[in-house]
């Protein structure tokens, strides 16, 4: 008999071993195929989407001529309510660079942070870290937009203008 029972436990402790890898497995796969960030996200923001994968910026290489666009852009468009070093209406340009800058370098399908600030130079949600709210339907292409994004990361870089 005990050796009756001994097939009993060893079948049972079987079949809840292959439950388990089962359920794990299956558990497994549905994380693997939702898509998420490794990059903490506040209310309010968007979460990072890679740069290739953006319809708002371009994938181009960052030259002095593309960062150059960004600056006349940011000078016609934006230095109302951003400084380079100081806080104004808006957050400096080196705030911005460094927020978003922090977020690309925790999550490798960012890249350089080009895709996030791209992406966030129309303020399509509300302001961040005590900010109001930027203004809404800003006109700009991609290639502008990947300029003003190219620009701030450079001014982060040098650390002032």
């Known amino acids: ?18 439950v388990v890898l089962v359920v794990a497995s299956l558990v497994a ?6 898509p998420a960030t490794a990059v903490p ?6 979460p ?3 740069l290739a994968a ?3 910026v371009t994938a ?6 593309l ?8 000078r016609q468009q934006c230095a109302g309510c951003h400084d380079t070093a100081q806080r104004l209406v808006g ?9 978003y800058a922090a977020m690309a370098t925790q999550d490798p399908i960012c890249g350089d942070g080009r895709g996030l600030i791209g992406n966030a130079v129309s303020h399509p949600a509300p302001g961040w870290d005590g900010y109001p709210p930027g203004p809404t339907g800003i006109d700009l292409s991609p290639d502008d937009r990947t300029a003003i994004a190219a620009w701030v990361l450079d001014v982060a870089k040098r650390g002032t203008k």
């Open 67 to 74: 960062i150059a666009h960004g600056d006349t852009l940011i």
């Open 48 to 50: 990072p989407v890679s």
């Open 29 to 34: 796969w549905q994380v693997l195929q939702t």
């Open 91 to 99: 957050p400096s340009w080196q705030a911005i660079a460094a927020h």
């Open 41 to 46: 996200i506040r209310a309010g923001e968007d």
């Open 1 to 18: 008999m005990s050796d009756a029972s001994h097939h009993g436990v060893t079948r049972l402790a079987l079949a809840m071993l292959v």
């Open 60 to 65: 181009v290489a960052v030259t002095p001529a």
């Open 54 to 56: 953006s319809p708002s």
